[in-house]
């Protein structure tokens, strides 16, 4: 991937996922203008991620983003937040988050609540390497975001290989923040419509926002619309 940028207005958004890269270039008006997919056969081979990220020739970019999928993440209170302890906080939830992690956070005043997540500091620091403004994210934050500018209730199920994460709104609060895995598509459809039960979701004005990994062939919502009034299918 190689731009030759002069404008600093430009940004750059990176997205790590379990099976690659993807790369986002926007100009000022945040118009996408470039993107590219690096497929990765293992995202903790660190020799692999820093061949990829010699091939970025992009410079004079304002801001990049990096946008982290991990499984390692947890939301809590803000009222039990204490960053010195947020390796700790995040432990609690994942036993098996290690020292080779590093532990991000970012507050959600609107939600009253405090994201957790952690990643390899090794991948983390090559970018860094590349980017020394690097923001780190996670892959929920432009959903977080989004969302409370809507009162609507919404659940968004983000679809991943062998795995799925739910993002559940309701009355402008989230209520749960959770990732399962799954064999086949019947899995899904469980979960979701038992979803809609725990919560009290209403199937008439409840929104099913599905985000679907690129490339990836699953198709649930061809049995949930004859349950639910309002989906909407999207890629990432």
Avoid: W
Avoid at 78 to 95: C, S, V
Avoid at 126 to 142: D, I
Avoid at 144 to 155: A, G, H, S
Avoid at 176 to 183: D, E
Wanted: glycine residues 0%; aromatic residues 12%; contains cysteine.
């Amino acid at each position: 991937m190689s731009y030759n940028i002069v404008d600093n207005e430009y940004s750059l958004s990176i997205r790590v996922r379990s099976d690659g890269f993807s790369f986002f270039v926007y100009d000022n008006s945040k118009k996408l203008i470039s993107s590219e997919n690096k497929p990765i056969q293992d995202i903790a081979d660190i020799n692999q991620v820093e061949q990829i990220i010699k091939q970025l020739t992009i410079s004079s970019i304002n801001n990049v983003d990096l946008i982290i999928e991990s499984d390692l993440y947890t939301l809590i209170p803000i009222k039990l937040f204490d960053i010195e302890k947020q390796f700790e906080l995040l432990k609690l939830q994942h036993p098996d988050i290690t020292k080779e992690d590093e532990v991000f956070h970012t507050v959600y005043n609107v939600y009253n609540c405090v994201l957790l997540f952690a990643f390899n500091t090794q991948i983390i620091q090559s970018f860094r390497n590349k980017f020394p403004s690097l923001s780190v994210l996670h892959s929920f934050h432009s959903y977080l975001e989004k969302v409370q500018l809507n009162y609507q209730d919404k659940i968004i199920l983000i679809l991943r290989p062998s795995k799925f994460d739910i993002l559940i709104f309701k009355s402008n609060k989230i209520h749960l923040a959770n990732s399962f895995s799954y064999q086949t598509e019947e899995d899904i459809i469980y979960y979701i419509l038992r979803m809609f039960q725990l919560f009290s979701l209403d199937y008439e004005n409840t929104v099913l926002d599905i985000k679907k990994h690129y490339g990836l062939i699953l198709s649930p919502e061809s049995m949930l619309k004859d349950y639910i009034k309002n989906i909407s299918i999207s890629n990432l």
